[in-house]
């Protein structure tokens, strides 16, 4: 039975992905901040462990909780968006390094603390959220200036990874959800059964082939 591990998966697009690779006979690992809490989470059968991914002590305490059990997918998940329709002026550096926090480095210190369980897996595939909005070819309406700076910058970051961890045997990999119905968009846009699926297909057929690519929920690749 192959191990995922999803983080932020108490709710919206993770709570998803937790509730179809549950379905479909994966074991799941689901993180949540406030596991307490995650009634839904564990209604899928998944395995509830505390995490914050802005706090390196929680994630050593991850770590150490998993015992070097090996992971064979990883999904960094977690991620925020605060004020969205903000004007450049009404950005505060507080704010921008926030999402950055969690949405560019909580990616890249997850990943990295995992990497033993997940060379000890057999599919070794490293995978995290990236956006439409992190590309900056696609930017044909500005706005969301804290969001796009932490995916385009998380969309590095996975390059830098697949350079030196691909020639180990490890798959990293992007994916698109699209713009989903979920608390983060207010409700509006694509069914989050549909984006989920359709991420899922896409992380049972990937291959060492797609080191470095951004694919979307649609298995369309997003440009840079």
């Not at 505390?50 to 706090?55: C, F, I, W």
């Not at 480095?105 to 995290?128: M, Q, S, Y």
């Not at 990874?161 to 713009?179: A, D, M, N, Q, S």
Request: aromatic share 6%.
């Amino acid at each position: 039975m192959a191990t995922i591990l999803i983080s932020g998966a108490n709710r919206g697009i993770g709570l998803e992905l937790a509730r179809q690779f549950a379905a479909d006979g994966w074991e799941v690992i689901g993180t949540a901040r406030r596991p307490e809490a995650a009634d839904a989470l564990r209604a899928t059968g998944a395995e509830v462990l505390p995490l914050e991914v802005t706090d390196p002590a929680s994630i050593a305490a991850l770590v150490h909780s998993l015992n070097g059990r090996p992971i064979d997918v990883l999904i960094a998940n977690a991620g925020i968006a605060i004020n969205l329709e903000a004007k450049p002026a009404e950005v505060t550096k507080d704010e921008f390094l926030k999402v950055v926090g969690t949405n560019t480095f909580g990616p890249l210190a997850l990943a990295t603390a995992l990497k033993p369980n997940l060379l000890a897996g057999e599919k070794r595939i490293v995978t995290a959220m990236s956006s439409l909005m992190s590309s900056i070819e696609a930017n044909d309406w500005g706005k969301q200036y804290s969001y796009r700076a932490s995916k385009t910058g998380l969309n590095a970051v996975w390059r830098a990874l697949t350079l030196e961890w691909e020639p180990e045997g490890l798959t990293c990999v992007l994916l698109r959800p699209g713009f989903v119905a979920t608390e983060m968009t207010g409700g509006q846009g694509l069914a989050v059964e549909e984006s989920v699926a359709g991420m899922k297909r896409v992380v049972e057929g990937l291959t060492p082939a797609d080191a470095g690519r951004i694919i979307g929920y649609d298995g369309l690749d997003v440009p840079w």
